[in-house]
């Protein structure tokens, strides 16, 4: 494979590399992390995305890139609005997968004291694991709104705060969501689904803050040195998966009748502007905000467990939600002109810098909250977002560590009561719904997550603002 490096954290595979490149794939890596990534198809993956009809810019790959369906994972891809194609692999089966971190006024020390406690309570109060069931009965009829309202329809309803809307990405709400798009099967697997954390790689953290990198930005987002925070990484459960298998199976006939042709069936697309591509962003946008009402349960769920353990007097506030699995339409100044893109970010963060608009009224100073998980053994970060991703990645960073192991080899020869006797030694407690819960995810599975984000800080995507390590983790 032919790869061009154009500075330590930047390397190019030029479009001439391979018949049917349309632009050039730009991923970011240091030396350790591009050998691991070569091991597998993510740079072709990233190759077959620069094929895509409409593509605008290069085919954009960040450090925690790893194979993912028919799109990298960790890849980024802007379509022209009106020329370009929507693809659903380029969102995933987990739609709006996202992360949201909530400050709390409690120190390391004392909830340390009280830590099993605190984790058995959160875990009975917040259901995991494949097909868990929430403890809300929605209706039908307020599954619907739930669609087409987000995360404002959850706090309306009494489960949550004001100011959470106010510090979502898009206040937790895509415009132009149809739940009438969302097939009933898609709907009967969501409805029980509400404030769920689910299985696989999603988890929910008790943490605290390691070390703050940016005083100025820490102070902005409310974060100091030894305070305990909670992360949350959850999407939209088993609706989100639906609506992508439902549209997947529509997309093989649709792409005869448009005439397109790819190197990667599961690439499957179709032009945005078509009767099928409008179909399918109603009903992506409406399980994005399925999503956004899950994490928001959750939030509601866990200031409960909070209060049950510590008292009325403890405060929970969230700093930022943003989604990491999405097709959004957005506008860039590139090569000297406006584009009007739709942006797929397939495991990616979007990281607007200082004074953008579109970010809460009290971040704008510093620049948009960036959340990165690493792992359960390792640490997580909060960075900022930079005026270069909007020069150079569409206002995109990545988002997480990136996984170095697959499930399967993750589980090889491990046992479960042997890896959380570990990480208790090191004073994280974890449970788990499944024993596969806990191996499949063991830190050694992701990359270093500390060297992807010095990746991200020195090209200048994002910057660092507080390193944070978990004490108390709950897994699928």
Same mark, same amino acid.
């Given at each position: 494979?032919?790869?061009?490096?154009?500075?330590?954290?930047?390397?190019?595979?030029?479009?001439?590399?391979?018949?049917?490149?349309?632009?050039?794939?730009?991923?970011?890596?240091?030396?350790?992390?591009?050998?691991?990534?070569?091991?597998?198809?993510?740079?072709?993956?990233?190759?077959?995305?620069?094929?895509?009809?409409?593509?605008?810019?290069?085919?954009?790959?960040?450090?925690?890139?790893?194979?993912?369906?028919?799109?990298?994972? !960790?890849? *980024?891809? @802007?379509?022209?609005?009106?020329? #370009?194609?929507?693809?659903? +692999?380029?969102? %995933?089966?987990?739609?709006?997968?996202?992360?949201?971190?909530?400050?709390?006024?409690?120190?390391?020390?004392?909830?340390?004291?009280?830590?099993?406690?605190?984790?058995?309570?959160?875990?009975?109060?917040?259901?995991?694991?494949?097909?868990?069931?929430?403890?809300?009965?929605?209706?039908?009829?307020?599954?619907?709104?739930?669609?087409?309202?987000?995360?404002?329809?959850?706090?309306?309803?009494?489960?949550?705060?004001?100011?959470?809307?106010?510090?979502?990405?898009?206040?937790?709400?895509?415009?132009?969501?149809?739940? !009438?798009? *969302?097939? @009933?099967?898609?709907?009967?697997? #969501?409805?029980?689904?509400? +404030?769920?954390? %689910?299985?696989?790689?999603?988890?929910?953290?008790?943490?605290?803050?390691?070390?703050?990198?940016?005083?100025?930005?820490?102070?902005?987002?409310?974060?100091?040195?030894?305070?305990?925070?909670?992360?949350?990484?959850?999407?939209?459960?088993?609706?989100?998966?639906?609506?992508?298998?439902?549209?997947?199976?529509?997309?093989?006939?649709?792409?005869?009748?448009?005439?397109?042709?790819?190197?990667?069936?599961?690439?499957?697309?179709?032009?945005?502007?078509?009767?099928?591509?409008?179909?399918?962003?109603?009903?992506?946008?409406?399980?994005?905000?399925?999503?956004?009402?899950?994490?928001?349960?959750?939030?509601?769920?866990?200031? %409960?467990?909070?209060?049950?353990?510590?008292?009325?007097?403890?405060?929970?506030?969230?700093?930022?939600?943003?989604?990491?699995?999405?097709?959004?339409?957005?506008?860039?100044?590139?090569?000297?002109?406006?584009?009007?893109?739709?942006?797929?970010?397939?495991?990616?963060?979007?990281?607007?810098?200082?004074?953008?608009?579109?970010?809460?009224?009290?971040?704008?100073?510093?620049?948009?909250?960036?959340?990165?998980?690493?792992?359960?053994?390792?640490?997580?970060?909060?960075?900022?977002?930079?005026?270069?991703?909007?020069?150079?990645?569409?206002?995109?960073?990545?988002?997480?560590?990136?996984?170095?192991?697959?499930?399967?080899?993750?589980?090889?020869?491990?046992?479960?009561?042997?890896?959380?006797?570990?990480?208790?030694?090191?004073?994280?407690?974890?449970?788990?719904?499944?024993?596969?819960?806990?191996?499949?995810?063991?830190?050694?599975?992701?990359?270093?997550?500390?060297?992807?984000?010095?990746?991200?800080?020195?090209?200048?995507?994002?910057?660092?603002?507080?390193?944070?390590?978990?004490?108390?983790?709950?897994?699928?």
């Amino acid at each position: 494979m032919l790869i061009e490096h154009v500075d330590e954290v930047r390397h190019r595979i030029p479009k001439g590399a391979r018949h049917g490149m349309r632009t050039d794939v730009l991923f970011y890596a240091s030396g350790p992390i591009l050998e691991q990534v070569e091991k597998d198809r993510a740079l072709e993956q990233a190759m077959n995305v620069a094929c895509l009809p409409g593509i605008v810019g290069p085919s954009l790959a960040m450090p925690d890139i790893h194979q993912g369906y028919g799109f990298p994972i !960790g890849g *980024v891809a @802007a379509m022209d609005w009106d020329s #370009g194609v929507v693809s659903p +692999g380029g969102v %995933g089966y987990d739609i709006n997968c996202g992360v949201r971190l909530i400050r709390t006024n409690l120190e390391k020390d004392e909830v340390r004291a009280r830590l099993k406690e605190l984790v058995d309570q959160v875990f009975r109060d917040v259901p995991c694991g494949v097909g868990g069931k929430g403890h809300l009965d929605i209706s039908e009829k307020q599954l619907n709104q739930i669609l087409e309202q987000g995360a404002e329809w959850m706090v309306e309803h009494g489960y949550g705060e004001p100011s959470d809307i106010e510090h979502c990405e898009e206040r937790g709400c895509l415009a132009a969501a149809s739940a !009438g798009e *969302v097939s @009933a099967r898609a709907k009967e697997r #969501g409805r029980p689904q509400i +404030g769920t954390l %689910g299985s696989g790689n999603h988890f929910l953290e008790i943490q605290f803050v390691h070390r703050v990198h940016d005083e100025e930005a820490a102070r902005c987002y409310g974060l100091e040195e030894g305070q305990v925070v909670v992360l949350i990484h959850s999407g939209s459960r088993g609706l989100g998966h639906q609506v992508c298998t439902d549209f997947l199976a529509q997309m093989g006939a649709a792409m005869k009748k448009y005439g397109i042709t790819l190197p990667d069936r599961q690439l499957a697309c179709v032009p945005i502007q078509s009767p099928e591509g409008q179909s399918y962003l109603k009903a992506m946008r409406a399980a994005a905000n399925f999503a956004w009402a899950n994490r928001q349960a959750m939030l509601h769920f866990v200031r %409960g467990s909070f209060q049950k353990v510590f008292g009325k007097h403890v405060r929970l506030g969230l700093i930022y939600d943003v989604c990491h699995n999405i097709a959004k339409r957005e506008k860039y100044e590139y090569n000297g002109r406006t584009v009007d893109v739709l942006v797929h970010r397939k495991g990616a963060t979007r990281a607007f810098p200082p004074r953008h608009p579109e970010i809460p009224a009290d971040y704008r100073p510093v620049g948009q909250p960036v959340l990165i998980p690493g792992s359960m053994g390792t640490a997580s970060w909060v960075l900022a977002g930079c005026e270069g991703a909007m020069k150079e990645s569409f206002g995109s960073v990545c988002h997480g560590a990136g996984r170095l192991l697959s499930r399967h080899a993750a589980k090889h020869g491990r046992d479960a009561r042997a890896v959380q006797r570990q990480l208790e030694e090191r004073g994280i407690l974890v449970r788990s719904e499944t024993r596969d819960g806990i191996i499949e995810e063991v830190p050694e599975a992701y990359k270093d997550v500390d060297e992807v984000i010095e990746v991200v800080h020195q090209a200048g995507l994002a910057r660092k603002v507080a390193r944070l390590r978990p004490m108390g983790v709950i897994k699928g």
